[in-house]
């Protein structure tokens, strides 16, 4: 399993494409909901913190935090916006090319917090923050192109 749990972890299915995790530990289950987004079989898996108050059936399970990486970016701008339009995330930070190198890029939809830490040619490194959901309250990313 790529959790790897340290207490183990149970998987119910309460109908199609509806399953209750249960985990053994606390830890294990904040380390899993702190590392969204999750795939499998190249699908988006939508998790969310269940405390009691409705029934899993009762949920609404909408969205995901969910951000895009884009390392070697054509020199032409005008691509990259159109990229940015289609996948319709309107927020980002684009650092064009440096000579023969491709650009970085980082885009997110709207209402996502990002505080930048530092940035460069060749790395993005930045602080997402979502209050509105618990499982995504701050995770911190560093992306690079290879050179630092």
């Not at 149970?10 to 494409?17: A, G, K, R, V, Y």
């Not at 159109?82 to 440096?98: A, E, L, V, Y």
């Not at 990002?114 to 940035?119: H, R, T, V």
């Not at 309250?137 to 050179?147: E, I, T």
Request: aromatic share 10%; net charge negative; glycine share 8%.
């Amino acid at each position: 399993m790529i959790w790897k749990p340290n207490k183990g972890v149970e998987i119910n299915e309460l109908e199609e494409d509806l399953f209750l995790v249960e985990f053994g530990d606390e830890r294990d289950k904040k380390k899993v909901l702190d590392m969204c987004p999750w795939s499998y079989e190249k699908q988006l898996v939508l998790l969310q913190d269940f405390e009691g108050e409705l029934t899993p059936k009762e949920m609404e399970l909408k969205w995901s935090p969910f951000w895009v990486q884009i390392f070697n970016l054509p020199r032409d701008m005008s691509r990259i916006r159109g990229i940015q339009n289609k996948i319709n995330f309107t927020q980002g930070i684009i650092i064009p090319s440096d000579g023969r190198s491709g650009g970085l890029a980082m885009l997110w939809k709207e209402g996502t917090e990002i505080s930048f830490k530092s940035y460069s040619n060749s790395h993005i490194d930045v602080v997402i923050r979502d209050d509105s959901n618990p499982s995504m309250a701050s995770h911190k990313l560093l992306w690079s192109s290879g050179g630092e």
